[in-house]
């Protein structure tokens, strides 16, 4: 194999690939990126086994050819190149790198140790714009559970349905659950759970604009755009019916500047236990006060003003999840919405002026109370 490249282009494929490599593994090919000489460019791919990226890359190739070499090594002499144009080739089992004054040889390892790709078929897939996947995936994949016990819950359900695309994440404590129109390609109707890492590689690597294709192949789920592709394996299992835990007829509501709720709500936690970080919050017609008391630590009191519809409540919050979802929400205001004491609270942006509002909703269940 032997190729020219310019350093721009090659550290730029290297860093989105290099984000797929395993920090530690078993496997030393895993360590490496998979270098394939492809008509007028170089494809340059990545996989911990579960996430896969592949980036194909212009370049003048000489001699085709495939070779593996060390990922993390070659990201960080690309990074400290000259700007110039590099040549690289291929000397039996190792690399060696060219740039100006610079020579580099690297151990790699043959082609045929690294793991195969899935394969899935784009063709028979649909499209989606770049812009409303992203806006899904980063309202809800935040939500996801790290606890191992559920492993159906360290995923974000993607449900394509009924004209519309939908995510939805929870641990349990929370959830976010987003809905957007579909495009006229999306005639199918299908759900699966995809890891959050894989998520993570689709927003680093895709734009607003981009068209994305997604395709499934059994339990592989391909995103496509441009020269770029993320493949990931699937999580199996049925996710639970999210849609029973969604209160429909909560009656007291609050309107809230959010900035002014998410400072609040940081000044009290402060003084919030270290285990449980429950906070008290009296929702009352024009403000909600804010009490912390902590015996070994001691106590905060805070007010805010709102506007409120419903009856007197007092609740209570992990502050931590309470400012997560403030922070996803992203309007200026936001609607809080409760039944009772005991049951979820629902927390959704209000869009502002002729803003189009986004179908999107929080819940936050409640800790109890202990006076």
């Not at 190792?94 to 690294?114: A, M, T, V």
Request: aromatic content about 6%; hydrophobic content about 40%; some cysteine.
């Amino acid at each position: 194999m032997n190729f020219t490249i310019t350093r721009q282009n090659l550290h730029q494929g290297l860093a989105a690939v290099s984000a797929s490599i395993p920090s530690k593994t078993t496997l030393p090919v895993l360590s490496n990126i998979l270098f394939e000489t492809a008509g007028d460019g170089i494809r340059m791919s990545g996989t911990d086994l579960d996430v896969s990226v592949r980036l194909q890359v212009p370049a003048e190739v000489k001699e085709g050819g495939a070779l593996t070499a060390p990922g993390k090594k070659l990201q960080e002499i690309a990074r400290e190149l000259p700007d110039e144009m590099v040549e690289i080739a291929t000397r039996g089992d190792q690399i060696e790198l060219r740039c100006g004054r610079s020579r580099f040889k690297l151990n790699g390892l043959p082609s045929d140790d690294f793991p195969q790709l899935p394969q899935v078929d784009f063709g028979s897939g649909w499209s989606a714009a770049g812009k409303d996947l992203l806006s899904l995936v980063r309202h809800t994949a935040f939500a996801v559970s790290t606890e191992e016990s559920r492993p159906v819950l360290n995923g974000v359900l993607w449900e394509v349905r009924d004209g519309e695309m939908r995510m939805v994440a929870t641990n349990g404590h929370r959830l976010a659950r987003m809905r957007i129109p579909a495009g006229p390609s999306v005639e199918t109707t299908t759900q699966f759970i995809v890891p959050p890492a894989a998520l993570q590689q689709v927003q680093r690597l895709f734009k607003e604009e981009d068209q994305v294709t997604v395709a499934r192949e059994q339990n592989h789920l391909g995103f496509k755009a441009g020269n770029a592709e993320v493949y990931t394996r699937l999580i199996e299992g049925t996710y639970p019916n999210y849609e029973q835990v969604i209160p429909k007829d909560n009656d007291k509501s609050a309107v809230i500047q959010r900035k002014l709720l998410e400072s609040a709500v940081r000044r009290v936690a402060a003084v919030a236990s270290d285990q449980t970080h429950r906070i008290r919050l009296e929702f009352g017609p024009s403000r909600v006060l804010f009490n912390v008391l902590t015996p070994d630590l001691g106590e905060a009191h805070d007010e805010i003003e709102i506007s409120y519809e419903g009856d007197p409540i007092t609740i209570g919050f992990n502050a931590n999840y309470l400012l997560e979802v403030l922070r996803y929400v992203g309007t200026d205001e936001v609607k809080m919405s409760f039944k009772a004491p005991e049951r979820a609270a629902v927390v959704e942006p209000l869009a502002s002026g002729d803003a189009e509002p986004l179908d999107y909703l929080c819940l936050v269940m409640p800790l109890r109370l202990v006076d």
